[in-house]
T-cell receptor
Framework: EDQVTQSPEALRLQEGESSSLNCSYTVSGLRGLFWYRQDPGKGPEFLFTLYSAGEEKEKERLKATLTKKESFLHITAPKPEDSATYLCAVQARGGSSNTGKLIFGQGTTLQVKP | EPEVTQTPSHQVTQMGQEVILRCVPISNHLYFYWYRQILGQKVEFLVSFYNNEISEKSEIFDDQFSVERPDGSNFTLKIRSTKLEDSAMYFC???????????FGDGTRLSIL
């Protein structure tokens, strides 16, 4: 069964304290891995797509990396405005119809204190 | 920047009543989705829609659920006879291709009394 597990569930950092969030996945064949940010009461906001092992994407203080079993979201020198829940989702290759279905992890809630 | 819009933001309905959740996807997108998130739980896939038909649906998406794209801009989710366990946040999403990023609306919070 296709599955996504994120760790830790919650993370508290001081402003400027770098860290990494983990997303482990098991799928029959990876079509794509997506990182989203979700603020309270809002929908997921797209951050990155990674399609193959070894790929990296970077945006401001965030960097996403991908291996064959997991992805990391590295946060460098975070600021209080980076506080949010970060969601990882995968698309699996599916026979004759690639429908775009996303399988989400439970998310990591990040709190950055000033 | 184009965005997905959902209405209403909050819907309160009596158990057994029909409810329609509405979405306006990004205009040039071809793939449309509904997801739901029960409080404190993962975001769960409900259904994907392409070329005016359902391309995949989850076990949650039973005969009480239906989707429709009645015109060139709207995408709706109907629940025929709501149950208490249907209470959740419902998100609409759209993408240009099926393997490209899906862009989400801010959701409709559905509360069943």
């Amino acid at each position: 069964e296709d599955q996504v597990t994120q760790s830790p569930e919650a993370l508290r950092l001081q402003e400027g304290e770098s860290s990494s969030l983990n997303c482990s996945y098991t799928v029959s064949g990876l079509r794509g891995l997506f990182w989203y940010r979700q603020d309270p009461g809002k929908g997921p906001e797209f951050l990155f797509t990674l399609y193959s092992a070894g790929e990296e994407k970077e945006k401001e203080r965030l960097k996403a990396t991908l291996t064959k079993k997991e992805s990391f979201l590295h946060i460098t020198a975070p600021k209080p405005e980076d506080s949010a829940t970060y969601l990882c989702a995968v698309q699996a290759r599916g026979g004759s119809s690639n429908t775009g279905k996303l399988i989400f992890g439970q998310g990591t809630t990040l709190q950055v204190k000033p | 920047e184009p965005e997905v819009t959902q209405t209403p933001s909050h819907q309160v309905t009596q158990m057994g009543q029909e409810v329609i959740l509405r979405c306006v996807p990004i205009s040039n997108h071809l793939y449309f989705y509904w997801y739901r998130q029960i409080l404190g739980q993962k975001v769960e896939f409900l259904v994907s829609f392409y070329n005016n038909e359902i391309s995949e649906k989850s076990e949650i998406f039973d005969d009480q659920f239906s989707v429709e794209r009645p015109d060139g801009s709207n995408f709706t989710l109907k629940i025929r006879s709501t149950k208490l366990e249907d209470s959740a946040m419902y998100f609409c999403a759209s993408s240009f291709r099926s393997n490209q990023p899906q862009h989400f609306g801010d959701g409709t919070r559905l509360s069943i009394l």
